[in-house]
């Protein structure tokens, strides 16, 4: 999601939707404009009752712990446990789903499938800048679907492609990643729902630890505990040497085309921690984020890295691609680590722009969260042009 809340919210055309939740929180009766606010909330919701969920079970509600700094400053935390742990975060992705559905009916970007010795990973353009995936045995029809926020248009997918519907992966509990979860896993009953126990992910069935391995068909994917952004957020890799293929990170809302999530439930060591584990895996694996955050976050990568060759080559690629509204997945992660700032807090040339900078061993984990947080705090306020 990567901050859901404050990149839809909190910017251009989610701020009347901020100003709706923003109402409901400070109390309907506060004053006449806030009780109209609250029914017409209301009355979207009502036009889909058949939609509504219903209640998740208690032991899958993840309640935000509260100690230290708050980590949702940029957002508030009442704002943040509004989205994450009431109803109203629901309608609200309701809200963004419908208004998504008809300004792209088509989906926000033309996206290309990749296939790899019988497996095939297809992007599937959601929301207003989301992206969820199907991964396909291609020999067994069999697919699973990574955080599949729109049924519909995860469902058009599977049926175009002919192909059953076995699991579903979600990186974390965010409503923009796991909002399909309800109908997908009843439209298919056989459908396993996977996903961290930490992280309160709506319908459930099969909680994942650190390591763990869903085995598909010929699909061999691994979960990866990658905690800060959600404290349960999982990153899958799909191990590409069975197919003889690239492997495959869906990193959700972890790790971007040169940029990272917000950090709402943790802090930056946790954070870092999260990133070194994916800084592990090979220069060949293929990135598929959760968002189209590509050109923003390559803007920002400029003004902290202005002499980024790697970088500049990059942005001029993909603001090819963004002029006919082309996808920009997946990168990998050996370009990654050449120009994504929030991958290189090693480099010595970020940390005597940024920060105090560690020893010359470059090996002091404080120095290289200290420089994290405050790329994270430079990125929650720049402005793109």
Same mark, same amino acid.
């Given at each position: 999601?990567?901050?859901?809340?404050?990149?839809?919210?909190?910017?251009?055309?989610?701020?009347?939707?901020?100003?709706?939740?923003?109402?409901? !929180?400070?109390?309907?009766?506060?004053? &006449? %404009?806030?009780?109209?606010?609250?029914?017409?909330?209301?009355?979207?919701?009502?036009?889909?009752?058949?939609?509504?969920?219903?209640?998740?079970?208690?032991?899958?509600? /993840?309640?935000?712990?509260?100690?230290? @700094?708050?980590?949702? &400053?940029?957002? #508030?935390?009442?704002?943040?446990?509004? /989205?994450?742990?009431?109803? *109203?975060?629901? !309608?609200? /992705?309701?809200?963004?789903?419908?208004?998504?559905?008809?300004?792209?009916?088509?989906?926000?970007?033309?996206?290309?499938?990749? *296939?790899?010795? #019988?497996? &095939?990973?297809?992007?599937?353009?959601?929301?207003? +800048?989301? /992206?969820?995936?199907?991964?396909? +045995?291609?020999?067994?029809?069999? %697919?699973?679907?990574?955080?599949?926020?729109?049924?519909?248009?995860?469902?058009?997918?599977?049926?175009?492609?002919?192909?059953?519907?076995?699991?579903?992966?979600?990186?974390?509990?965010?409503?923009?990643?796991? #909002?399909?979860?309800?109908?997908?896993?009843?439209?298919?009953?056989?459908?396993?729902?996977? #996903?961290?126990?930490?992280?309160?992910?709506?319908?459930? =069935?099969?909680? $994942?630890?650190?390591?763990?391995?869903?085995?598909?068909?010929? $699909?061999?994917?691994?979960? $990866?505990?990658?905690?800060?952004?959600?404290?349960?957020?999982?990153?899958?890799?799909?191990?590409?040497?069975?197919?003889?293929?690239?492997?495959?990170?869906?990193?959700?809302?972890?790790?971007?085309?040169?940029?990272?999530?917000?950090?709402?439930?943790?802090?930056?060591?946790?954070?870092?921690?999260?990133?070194?584990?994916?800084?592990?895996?090979?220069? +060949? =694996? !293929?990135?598929?984020?959760?968002?189209?955050?590509?050109?923003?976050?390559?803007?920002?990568?400029?003004?902290?890295?202005?002499?980024?060759?790697?970088?500049? @080559?990059?942005?001029?690629?993909?603001?090819?691609?963004?002029?006919?509204?082309?996808?920009?997945?997946?990168?990998?992660?050996?370009?990654?680590? %050449?120009?994504?700032?929030?991958?290189?807090?090693?480099? !010595? %040339?970020?940390?005597?722009?940024?920060?105090?900078?560690?020893?010359?061993?470059?090996? +002091?984990?404080?120095?290289?969260?200290? *420089?994290?947080?405050?790329?994270?705090?430079?990125?929650?306020?720049?402005?793109?042009?």
């Amino acid at each position: 999601m990567a901050a859901v809340v404050a990149a839809t919210a909190l910017k251009g055309r989610g701020a009347r939707n901020a100003r709706v939740l923003r109402g409901i !929180l400070s109390g309907a009766t506060a004053n &006449k %404009a806030s009780q109209n606010r609250t029914r017409a909330l209301q009355s979207h919701s009502s036009q889909e009752g058949k939609e509504e969920p219903e209640p998740l079970s208690p032991e899958l509600e /993840y309640i935000p712990r509260k100690r230290g @700094r708050n980590p949702m &400053k940029a957002v #508030g935390l009442a704002w943040y446990s509004l /989205y994450t742990r009431t109803w *109203l975060g629901y !309608l609200f /992705y309701r809200q963004q789903l419908r208004r998504a559905r008809n300004r792209y009916p088509k989906g926000h970007s033309k996206t290309q499938a990749r *296939l790899f010795n #019988g497996v &095939k990973v297809l992007p599937i353009p959601v929301l207003s +800048d989301n /992206y969820s995936y199907l991964v396909i +045995d291609t020999q067994a029809r069999l %697919a699973v679907a990574v955080d599949p926020s729109d049924p519909r248009a995860v469902q058009a997918s599977i049926e175009k492609e002919g192909v059953t519907l076995v699991a579903i992966l979600c990186t974390h509990k965010h409503w923009d990643h796991s #909002g399909g979860n309800r109908d997908l896993s009843r439209w298919h009953q056989d459908c396993r729902v996977y #996903g961290s126990p930490q992280d309160g992910i709506p319908y459930l =069935t099969h909680p $994942l630890c650190h390591q763990d391995v869903v085995s598909v068909g010929r $699909l061999q994917i691994r979960a $990866l505990a990658t905690p800060g952004h959600t404290q349960g957020h999982l990153v899958y890799l799909l191990d590409g040497e069975l197919y003889k293929g690239p492997s495959c990170l869906f990193s959700g809302d972890l790790l971007f085309l040169s940029g990272c999530g917000r950090t709402f439930e943790g802090t930056a060591e946790t954070m870092l921690s999260s990133l070194d584990t994916v800084l592990g895996l090979g220069d +060949d =694996t !293929l990135l598929w984020p959760g968002h189209e955050y590509a050109e923003e976050n390559l803007g920002f990568a400029g003004v902290v890295e202005p002499e980024n060759l790697a970088r500049e @080559r990059k942005m001029q690629w993909v603001q090819r691609q963004r002029m006919e509204r082309k996808s920009t997945c997946p990168s990998t992660l050996g370009e990654e680590r %050449a120009y994504n700032p929030f991958l290189r807090t090693h480099c !010595l %040339a970020l940390q005597e722009a940024l920060g105090p900078g560690p020893g010359p061993t470059g090996d +002091d984990g404080c120095s290289r969260a200290q *420089l994290l947080e405050e790329l994270r705090r430079l990125k929650d306020t720049h402005k793109s042009k």
